[in-house]
């Protein structure tokens, strides 16, 4: 019998913290025919993880959101320690979501003493954000892998935002066999079309004010590309221009097939012009669908 995930306080979803409790209740719940839909994130949630977990609770009887700011996927460089954390008003918000089950894992529950295996994607990761975050993917690819095996959800949930990341599990799910039904959820934006994100809170006001540019230079390159420009001299164009829109570094700017992420000004199927541009130490990501016109 599956210990009953603790309600501590009204409003709040229910936390688990070992990965015992969470096997024994996903496996009352599968047990008694119900499907289960995994929501991981790092936390610091926002209108996008929320639309995740309202999109696993349409869809399935259960919605499981796991919190875990997971380090192997920081370089030593990277922001770990000073990424967001508020478990409390996470919690909060996602009771508002109707979540059923927060799975909030201490470092040492999912990296024992001795923890010694990587999982690595090879191919998706070797352009766009691969090069620029060198160790992010095994990170992520090893932790959700660990998330999928411990909770045996019938469906996870990712977001189009990181669409990298999104390509990079469902190839692991395929590879690994493990029986989960990856779905893609759409980017959530702001008014201006600023991809929501835990770090656009870094951001100072005069920083959020270029990042807002950052939208309608993608709109207008997608709809140049759409229209039969030359992409190479498009995109060319476009590099030259963050400096004078007020963005610190471009890290990349990249029309690449969706299937294999590999940049091509002639992409063979379906395609996305991808970013990485830096405000400050805000690195923002986007990407936005481009349908090229047919040669
Ligand atoms: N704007 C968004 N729209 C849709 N999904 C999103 C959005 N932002 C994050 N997600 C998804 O939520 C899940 C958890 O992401 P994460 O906790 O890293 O949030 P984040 O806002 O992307 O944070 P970060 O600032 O670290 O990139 C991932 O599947 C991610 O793609
Ligand atoms: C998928 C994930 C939760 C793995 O740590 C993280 O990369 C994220 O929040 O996108
Ligand atoms: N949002 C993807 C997780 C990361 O940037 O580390």
């Known amino acids: 019998m599956a210990a009953p ?3 501590s306080t009204a409003g709040e979803t229910p936390v688990l ?3 015992a409790e969470l096997r024994a209740q996903v496996a009352q ?9 995994l929501v991981p994130t790092m936390g610091a949630l926002h209108e996008g993880h929320l639309t995740l977990v309202r999109r696993a609770k349409a869809e399935c009887r259960r919605a499981v959101a796991t919190l875990f700011v997971n380090p192997t996927q920081f370089a030593p460089t990277e922001d770990f320690d000073a990424y967001p954390r508020d478990e409390a008003k996470d919690r909060a918000l996602l009771a508002t979501a109707g979540c059923d089950l927060l799975f909030a894992p201490s470092v040492e529950a999912v990296y024992p003493p001795g923890f010694s295996t990587v ?3 090879k191919g998706l990761t070797r352009h766009l954000d691969g090069p620029f975050r060198p160790g992010h993917f095994a990170g ?3 932790v959700v892998s660990k998330l999928l095996l411990m909770a045996a959800p019938t469906h996870a949930y990712f977001g189009e935002k990181d669409f990298q990341q999104l390509q990079v599990i469902r190839r692991l799910a395929g590879d690994l066999d493990i029986p989960v039904r990856i779905v893609g959820v759409p980017t959530v934006r702001e008014a201006d079309k600023l991809a929501l994100s835990s770090r656009n809170r870094y951001m100072t006001p005069a920083q ?5 540019r950052l939208p309608p230079l993608m709109q207008a390159l997608v709809t140049r590309l759409e229209g039969g420009a030359n ?12 400096p004078g829109l007020g963005f610190d570094r471009l890290d990349y700017l990249e029309l690449a097939d969706e299937a294999t992420l590999t940049p091509s000004p002639h ?8 970013v990485a541009v830096w405000l400050g130490r805000t690195r923002l990501i986007d990407n936005w669908p481009v349908r090229l016109p047919q040669k």
């Open 5 to 7: 995930a603790q309600p």
């Open 17 to 19: 913290r070992t990965v």
């Open 29 to 37: 719940w599968r047990g008694a025919g119900e499907t289960v839909g």
């Open 119 to 121: 999982v690595e994607v």
């Open 140 to 142: 992520v690819a090893t």
């Open 208 to 212: 959020r004010e270029i990042a807002a």
């Open 231 to 242: 992409v190479e001299a498009v995109l060319n164009e476009a590099r030259g221009q963050f």
């Open 267 to 274: 992409p063979a199927g379906p395609a996305r012009l991808f």
